[in-house]
């Protein structure tokens, strides 16, 4: 039974390009939860998505962030014309439902934006 | 604006002794606190959680003590082992864990010396 999958583990990308970051949840977890963590700084909410939909996404820049969990495969979150300060580790957490389950985290994706 | 603060960014303690790790909170909707432990390059794993309708949790080495009206809690690590060098989080939700996402303190990073 695989943990919750992030992919890549790390990740470059020039400024003004793209990233796309995905994570395939636990299995049997329909709930998809996206954190990002800056140097010395505590894990920020992102996003909490369950399949199709988006719950809340109170923790997302307005702009250049987007959050899908379709129907089928993984969750992506996807930056628009990345900039330096996008550079952290972001990660994902699966969970089987809302309310008192714990959350299951993947390792991780580090972004690095030259 | 911190809602969960974790005021020590590290802590020093002999093998076999207590460790004790600190957490407040600001926000009172908060009704579901965990601690999760992350390893360097690896995602936060769950550790212990408690209700707000307790004060006190246990799990092997591990207790977690809340005090509502300081709001407060604690993690207890005895005895301490090598293998609990890690950093700490300490992390709130408002509808009982999972849901809404979590908010995370800044952590707290263990170590154990020989």
């Known amino acids: 039974n695989a943990g919750v999958m992030q992919n890549p583990r790390h990740l470059v990308r020039r400024r003004g390009q793209e990233a796309r970051l995905r994570c395939s949840p636990m299995?049997?977890?329909?709930?998809v939860y996206w954190y990002r963590q800056l140097p010395e700084e505590g894990l920020k909410f992102m996003v909490y998505?369950?399949?199709?939909?988006?719950?809340?996404e109170s923790g997302m820049p307005k702009e250049r962030f987007s959050a899908e969990f379709p129907k089928e495969g993984p969750s992506i979150l996807r930056i628009q014309q990345v900039v330096r300060g996008d550079s952290a580790a972001y990660f994902c957490?699966?969970?089987?439902?809302?309310?008192?389950?714990?959350?299951?985290f993947g390792q991780g994706t580090r972004l690095t934006v030259v | 604006d911190q809602q969960v603060k974790q005021n020590s960014p590290s802590l020093s303690v002999q093998e076999g002794r207590i460790s004790i790790l600190n957490c407040d909170y600001t926000?009172?909707?908060?009704?579901?606190f965990l601690w999760y432990k992350k390893y360097p390059a690896e995602g936060p794993t769950f550790l212990i959680s408690?209700?707000?309708?307790?004060d006190k949790n246990e799990d092997g080495r591990f207790t977690v003590f809340l005090n509502k009206s300081a709001k407060h809690l604690s993690l207890h690590i005895v005895p301490s082992q090598p293998g609990d060098s890690a950093v700490y989080f300490c992390?709130?939700?408002?509808?009982?864990?999972?849901?809404?996402?979590?908010?995370f303190g800044k952590g707290t990073h263990l170590i154990i010396q020989p």
């Open positions: 992390a709130a939700s408002r509808a009982g864990g999972g849901a809404d996402g979590l908010t």
């Open positions: 998505l369950q399949k199709e939909n988006i719950i809340d």
């Open positions: 299995k049997g977890h329909s709930h």
């Open positions: 408690i209700s707000s309708i307790k």
């Open positions: 957490a699966s969970s089987q439902a809302g309310g008192s389950t714990e959350a299951f």
């Open positions: 926000n009172s909707m908060f009704d579901y």
